[in-house]
């Protein structure tokens, strides 16, 4: 006998050109496994409504399946046969419809892709969503390379807009610093108050050359305490910058 004689590793070839009733493409369809099928089979009950339908105990999507694919050959959306397997058009009584496994696939590739049977479909093509295909990586290529393209054009504007940023804070601290040099005195103007204000107390609290009181205040406290209840509050009326200012004033006044 020749080696190849009893080899049979060409059972799945021959799937391809199976067909089955309805009621055991539905259950294959529940995955149940087909060396088991006929035992599970066994096990169904007529639907008492519906023609060409069947309940199983146990497996609750067997009778949902049924009706679907029934449904589908009736729409014309799922071809089907006879007992003899060549399709036809002809109305075919639900009892004696069948269904040929590779439009079985086909169909349920289209109508119902998240729920490929496994006798049907292998690990690839179940993890494989139908509507992706070439045209459609395509389809997202160039979509990506547009959002790509979009990413980079709204980096370099961000960059620009950033260093714009910089250049106007750049531009603020200038102007910033030139109003604070505009507004604090020079080193002559600051000397220039301070003998001002060291003269004018030297004035209050001394006496006149008739020896009066040049003032009705006896001390810089007096003064300051005067300061602060008239204009308390106000820029520079502050009890330590006032005594700070008299004692610069002082110190001023007599350096000159």
Known sequence: MK???NQNDCEHLAAYHAYYPVPAAAMLW???PP???QEELNRISPHAHIRGVFTHPYIPCF???CKIIHDAIVSGALQASRENGKVTDDHIAPERRHVSREHLKAWIAKEHPSDKPSFLFDAIERSTHTAINADSVRALQVDLDAARAALEKTRAAAQEANQELNAMRGERDSLRAMVERAAAPGGRAETT???IIGGLLGLMLGTTPGGQKGSAYDSQAAIISALLAHHGG???IADSTLEQKFADANRSIKAT
């Open 3 to 5: 080696p190849w004689y």
């Open 30 to 32: 529940c995955n149940v």
């Open 35 to 37: 060396d088991e099928m």
């Open 63 to 65: 009778q949902v399946r």
């Open 193 to 195: 108050y301070l003998n």
């Open 234 to 236: 106000k820029p520079g």
